[in-house]
């Protein structure tokens, strides 16, 4: 029974995550449109102009300060959402990419989880690499030039 319970927590888990990421890919294609900037300069300009009206008070630049702030803590987790699944379906395509290309060098299939100093290493060899094939010898070789 206990594990029945647990594969419908991970059902609900997937499905409200399969929510969450369309819930996110919308909204930030929303606010990526001339439009949403448009309605937030809007709203900019009205607080603006009502300054003097409210002998720009505390609370008048409060309540920009606090619905911006949250606005931005929000749009972070939502933008970061669709930025991760867009970057893991990149790297998909491009690891799928380097599967049918014979030329193409299989250690580099799933590079973005290498470290930095890591990619340094092979963007230096790549660079040697091109630098011998520019000299006439066989691309990827791994051989240095000399």
Do not use: Y
């Given at each position: 029974?206990?594990?029945?319970?647990?594969?419908?927590?991970?059902?609900?888990?997937?499905?409200?995550?399969?929510?969450?990421?369309?819930?996110?890919?919308?909204?930030?294609?929303?606010?990526?449109?001339?439009?949403?900037?448009?309605?937030?300069?809007?709203?900019?300009?009205?607080?603006?102009?009502?300054?003097?009206?409210?002998?720009?008070?505390?609370?008048?630049?409060?309540v920009i300060?606090?619905?911006?702030?949250?606005?931005?803590f929000l749009?972070?987790?939502?933008?970061?959402?669709?930025?991760?699944?867009?970057?893991?379906?990149?790297?998909?395509?491009?690891?799928?990419?380097?599967?049918?290309?014979?030329?193409?060098?299989?250690?580099?299939?799933?590079?973005?989880?290498?470290?930095?100093?890591?990619?340094?290493?092979?963007?230096?060899?790549?660079?040697?690499?091109?630098?011998?094939?520019?000299?006439?010898?066989?691309v990827g070789?791994?051989?240095?030039?000399?």
């Amino acid at each position: 029974m206990g594990l029945h319970r647990h594969g419908s927590d991970t059902t609900h888990v997937q499905r409200t995550s399969g929510r969450f990421d369309r819930f996110a890919s919308s909204v930030a294609r929303w606010v990526g449109r001339a439009s949403a900037f448009v309605i937030a300069l809007a709203i900019v300009i009205v607080w603006a102009v009502s300054g003097p009206i409210f002998h720009f008070s505390d609370t008048w630049q409060l309540v920009i300060n606090t619905g911006t702030t949250v606005l931005t803590f929000l749009m972070v987790f939502l933008i970061q959402n669709t930025l991760d699944r867009d970057s893991m379906a990149l790297h998909v395509k491009l690891d799928e990419l380097i599967r049918v290309t014979q030329e193409a060098s299989d250690s580099l299939i799933g590079a973005e989880k290498l470290t930095e100093k890591q990619l340094e290493q092979i963007e230096q060899q790549e660079h040697e690499n091109g630098s011998a094939s520019e000299d006439g010898s066989p691309v990827g070789s791994g051989s240095s030039p000399g």
